[in-house]
């Protein structure tokens, strides 16, 4: 693995580029879903696809095992290591593993990990002994585990499903050296949720700048409620704060610098970062920092907070512990804006999700074709669809995927999406996994969190000299 | 128990020089095949600790002078001296607290749960009805996994939806107590919890050591006209430094090595950082910081050693006194 | 106390009164403080006895509308825990028989050994066994990534991430307890005894095997008891060493299953509760044994 990587070492992280590029993919990707010009397209897929030969699998790799039409005589097994831990996800898990059996004849097995210790574990699992293939993060997260040969390339399979995602969705499953690592999936956008019903009762309007926002969370507060919910336990979700923060106030261009080490974080523009967080921290949960998102969650669906800046995937929490209508009640608004010239970008996180081939898993040679299989399987809007049915939130990425059935938040997210000029990952997806860390990034927020009105000029120096530590990226 | 006491009969360490000719005697009386079979005895057990254990802490020393990330082949290039202990020491912010933490884990063991769990121990050895009943529920927690006691507490601990903010009236935005989120207040929660187990398995041991105490030793004081309290403290507490050696020692070892609960509670950050949590947070984690994470380990196995090396030194002296 | 300090220095009618209120001072202090101490345990068994929708609705510290199994039901059914108890039971029995094993043949052979050799090697495992797991994972690992195991032990031909890698690390962190207590308590064996063997010309195996071993079982048998508990309560190894999510004994299953199956603190409770039972039974039937284990070597693995 290491080997043919070696001469594109030397090529920068490039997340500008690509980030860039996503952006198309999106763009391009929700303009399809959005649109009812779209309708012939969809037309010329089955929605069930277990039976269909999409045009992918005809023009499939040399391998042996091309997925066939049901009935064929596949047999074998592919490894799959899942982070889908929550029950809705796992139950589209189950959906989806039952559908490729019944349409390949393939066996699968299946590792679910809890979420958080599946990624906090992540190196550690691919240099061990991991599945043929398993659930991953694009952008920089992924390029950071292509450039050391933990995964394995598959270009052949994106050549064979290609045709189904919008062009520039290559860049988002390209590494350093140029080659594909993964099969997008799905993806979210963050935004602000809140309930419509609360809205209604209590006359509330929604905000679209940073005063009226502000205005709103202290009228909720005077009615009882907690304006903003939120559930830091786990350390990743107050990122979603600070890269919105960070986008707005200082542009796209810079936050992505910043996550990749061409910026400093003791530039006073992450300071304004701070300073303009601060301004909102007493209308926070005050329990957020024990509290995990879903029981944050919680609270929004109780009725007992107003509002969360958050992923789309909430539904998935909205599902298990609410009702139907519960989620039917559920609306969405773009973060406010801050009065910067970046407003416009109207840039946000819509990190996407991917599936990726292992480079050590023990059987991945016996597999290799199942696995093969098993990635176009998931590239079709049809195996997406099974997810989505389950897990409201992740939004299908393959351009067949049947998007009549897409809810009035979805649709909404879909069109934010598109309408946004600039689109990031998330923090820990556009940055070094060691800089994202348990110990580090997610410890920095925690820290300016216990007291956001403080001084935070030693807190970013000690952000920048934490940065200068690190080994050196391999794929720089 | 007395199988630690220095002057306990039952210790062969007195006889130990005058038995060794007798031993090698019995030793040439050995067959070719007993003494393969000795030397398996010895060897299979010697062997798997070496190389299981002795092996890799060695190698722990090794890796934390590199910069070492696990991916590629360790090479000449690797090597960055002290460079690691550098950053550590100076500059990596999680380091102190986690230095201070384990303390406040060690301290609070130390004044506060081991002297508990010596005082429950006093107060069960006597003829006293229903004792083992007493005994049985402090010691119940000892015999529950880390995992188990983290969510029992967790459900103490809740802010909203706890036991011990709901009985304070404390369940309001304004004001919960954020018992295991705020961090300020969070290690002290969790070392309560850890106690919680601590002090059924100090009292088993010193209860354990007390009936081992001579009975006739209590009675001459009490017959000079010793209190409770001073049979306590001049007879019954110097008799029992064996014992107390051990309760030391157990008690150092226990906060040195705590990091179930905290890794159960938030992977042992925001307030919960232990310099157990750290290594594997740094090496064993998506960021595989390898080098540096056993920098850390160094950093924790040179102060276990500390209490290990006195302990066992006692041992050592005890037995060859 | 304070009420029993006065015993030593009262009259002889008076003094008895003041026994028998001290006594009853001692067991009221007692009774309270019990309770106390039980108390998290009793919260827990009454969160999981409370349905979802009852503590919903009125937060968990509320009085009960209604109080059933159900939760336990749940709990055992829907995240299939019978199975990742079995997972418990194959790292478990075999890595408590081997380590008593090992341990008191390496204890045995060390009674027949130069007396500055055996303090050496009882040293050596000693102060292995009061290792902190942290400080060895990083190279354990990598170990346990490179180290053949031939098929039939091992699925993928190495420790990692195989029954057998947690087995053999129980060992080898449990032998360094087993060996100190044994040794001692070996020694407090009359010697007469295996001296008497010899002179029959039994061999060495036959003394461990029919002389020592029996008369060991007592240390044993406590041991047993307690490696069971240490090793069914082990978090760490299985977390680090274990990488499945299906193989994982109960007690790091649990954490693994919290997400996707306990979603609410109630079923969490009953699940924690049904993980504890093991243990506590055990505590209960071997509670001699138990308690003789922990304080014959009095420390801990």
């Known amino acids: ?29 929700a303009a399809v879903a959005g649109t009812a010009g779209i309708a012939s397209f969809l037309a010329a897929c089955s929605s069930s696809g277990t039976a269909t030969p999409t045009p992918a699998a005809a023009t499939s790799t040399p ?16 490894t799959l290591g899942s982070n889908h831990s929550d029950a809705s996800e796992a139950k589209g898990m189950a959906a989806i593993d039952a559908a490729f059996t019944t349409a390949t004849g393939i066996a699968t097995k299946l590792n679910t990990v809890d979420h958080d210790t599946f990624q906090n574990q992540l190196t550690p699992y691919l240099k061990g002994t991991p599945q043929d293939v398993f659930t991953w993060f694009s952008g920089f997260r992924m390029r950071f585990f292509a450039a050391q040969g933990l995964v394995t390339p598959i270009d052949d399979v994106w050549a064979s499903v ?28 963050w935004a602000v949720f809140y309930r419509k019903s609360l809205f209604a009762d209590k006359g509330y309007t929604v905000p679209a700048t940073w005063d009226d926002y502000k205005k709103l969370c202290a009228k909720m507060q005077t009615d009882g409620l907690t304006p903003i919910t939120f559930g830091d336990k786990d350390g990743w979700p107050a990122m979603g704060t600070f890269d919105i923060l960070n986008l707005r106030l200082n542009g796209y261009d810079f936050h992505t610098g910043l996550l990749t080490g061409k910026q400093k974080w003791t530039d006073p523009k992450v300071t304004a970062v701070f300073q303009k967080w601060a301004e909102i921290m007493p209308y926070h949960d005050k329990a957020y920092a024990g509290l995990t998102w879903q029981k944050a969650c919680d609270t929004l669906l109780q009725k007992k907070s107003g509002m969360f800046t958050f992923g789309l995937f909430l539904t998935g929490e909205f599902s298990t512990s609410g009702t139907p209508a519960d989620l039917d009640d559920l609306d969405m608004f773009p973060f406010p804006t801050l009065g910067t010239q970046y407003d416009a970008e109207a840039a946000l996180d819509a990190p996407i999700d991917i599936w990726m081939m292992s480079a050590n898993s023990p059987t991945l040679q016996q597999d290799m074709a199942n696995a093969k299989a098993y990635l176009e399987f998931f590239a079709k809007g ?46 820990d997806r556009d940055s070094r996994p060691d800089f994202a860390g348990a110990q580090g990034m997610q410890a920095f927020l925690q820290t300016f969190l216990k007291n956001p009105t403080a001084d935070t000029t030693p807190l970013q120096s000690q952000m920048q000299a934490y940065w200068d530590q690190l080994p050196p990226y391999l794929g720089s | 128990m007395t199988d630690f006491a220095p002057a ?36 299979v057990p010697t062997f798997l600790d070496l190389v299981f254990i002795w092996l890799p802490t060695l190698a722990s020393i090794g890796l934390s002078l590199t910069n070492w990330n696990g991916a590629t082949a360790l090479t000449a290039k690797n090597f960055v001296g002290l460079k690691n202990y550098q950053f550590l020491f100076t500059a990596y912010t999680p380091f102190w607290p986690a230095v201070a933490h384990n303390l406040i884990w060690l301290l609070f063991f130390v004044c506060v749960a081991t002297p508990l769990g010596i005082f429950f121990a006093v107060l069960l050895d006597r003829e006293l009805r229903g004792s083992v009943i007493y005994q049985n529920v402090f010691y119940l927690p000892v015999v529950l996994s880390l995992v188990i006691v983290g969510f029992i507490w967790e459900l103490q601990y809740a802010p909203t939806d706890g036991f011990i903010n709901g009985i304070l009236g404390r369940t309001g935005q304004n004001d919960l107590i954020d018992w295991l989120g705020n961090p300020g207040i969070n290690i002290w929660a969790v070392v309560v919890a850890a106690s919680w187990r601590h002090v059924g398995y100090i009292m088993v041991l010193y209860l354990a050591g ?58 042992g950050t925001n307030g919960l950082e232990l310099l157990s949590t750290l290594i594997t947070n740094n090496s064993l984690s998506e960021a595989s910081l390898i080098g540096f994470g056993s920098a850390i380990a160094v950093v924790l196995l040179t102060i276990s050693l500390v209490p290990i090396v006195i302990f066992l030194t006692r041992v050592m002296r005890d037995q060859t006194a | 106390m304070s009420a029993s300090m006065t015993v030593a220095t009262g009259a002889v009618p008076p003094r008895r009164r003041r026994v028998k209120r001290s006594r009853v001072a001692l067991h009221a202090f007692l009774i309270v403080v019990c309770s106390i101490w039980i108390f998290p345990l009793l919260w827990a068994v009454y969160i999981s006895l409370r349905p979802l929708g009852d503590t919903a609705l009125h937060g968990d510290f509320s009085l009960p509308s209604t109080l059933n199994f159900q939760n336990f039901i749940d709990a055992w059914t829907q995240a299939n825990l019978p199975y990742y108890y079995l997972n418990t039971l194959i790292v478990a029995v075999p890595a408590v028989i081997i380590t008593l094993f090992l341990s008191s043949m390496l204890a ?27 400080v060895i994972i990083v190279p354990l690992y990598t170990l346990y990534l490179h180290i053949p195991i031939p098929h039939p032990l091992s699925e993928n031909g190495i420790l990692y991430d195989q029954y057998i890698g947690i087995i053999l690390i129980h060992v080898v962190f449990q032998t360094g307890f087993c060996v100190f207590v044994l040794s001692n308590y070996m020694r407090t064996l009359p010697r007469e005894l295996t001296e008497a063997a010899i002179v029959d010309g039994a061999g060495i195996g036959t003394i461990y095997l029919n002389v020592i071993l029996p008369l060991c079982r007592p240390a044993l048998a406590a041991l047993a008891t307690l490696e069971f508990t240490f090793i069914y309560n082990d978090f760490f190894w299985a977390l680090l060493l274990i990488e499945t999510g299906s193989k994982r004994p109960i007690t790091s299953a649990l954490n693994n299953l919290q997400g996707q199956f306990f979603t609410n603190n109630n079923l969490l409770a009953a699940a924690s509760l049904l993980v504890a039972i093991p243990t506590v039974i055990v505590y209960l039937i071997f509670r001699r044994q138990f308690v003789r284990g922990l304080t014959l070597g009095a420390t801990k693995g």
Do not use: C, W
């Not at chain 1, 693995?1 to 090529?11: K, T, Y």
């Not at chain 2, 130990?16 to 070719?32: D, F, K, M």
């Not at chain 2, 001459?220 to 006209?225: E, K, L, M, Y």
């Open chain 3, 108 to 134: 045995f052979a060390l009674t027949r050994a130069a007396s500055r050799f055996n303090l050496f090697m009882l040293l050596l495992f000693t102060a292995g066994n009061l290792l902190p797991p942290q």
């Open chain 1, 63 to 78: 391998g042996a095992a091309t997925p066939t039409p049901a009935g064929s005589t596949a047999t074998g097994f592919v």
């Open chain 1, 1 to 29: 693995m290491a080997n043919p990587m070696a001469p594109q070492r030397s090529s920068p992280p490039e997340t500008a580029q690509t980030g860039l590029s996503r952006r198309d993919v999106l763009k391009g990707m």
């Open chain 1, 162 to 189: 290609k045709s189904n995602y919008t062009s520039a969705f290559a860049t988002a499953v390209t590494g350093d050296d140029g080659k594909v690592y993964g099969i997008p999936v799905d993806y979210y956008p």
């Open chain 2, 8 to 43: 306990s009969p039952a210790s062969p360490g007195g006889a130990g020089a005058n038995h060794i000719p007798v031993r090698r005697s019995r030793l040439s009386l050995l067959s070719r095949r007993d003494k393969v079979i000795l030397g398996l005895m010895i060897g």
């Open chain 1, 382 to 427: 049809s195996t997406q669809t099974l997810m989505f049915q389950n897990q409201p939130g992740f939004i299908p990425t393959a351009t067949d995927a049947d998007t009549s059935s897409f809810s009035a938040l979805q649709k909404k997210a879909v069109q934010l999406v598109s309408s946004a000029q600039k689109i990031t990952q998330f923090l």
């Open chain 2, 210 to 267: 007390l009936k081992s105490v001579d009975p006739g030793l209590r009675e001459a004081a009490a017959i000079d006209g010793a209190g409770e309290r001073q049979i306590f403290f001049r007879v019954v507490f110097p008799v029992m430094a064996p014992i107390n050696v051990i309760i030391v020692v157990v008690t150092v070892i226990e906060s040195l090595r705590a990091f179930d609960l905290a890794f159960i509670i938030n992977q």
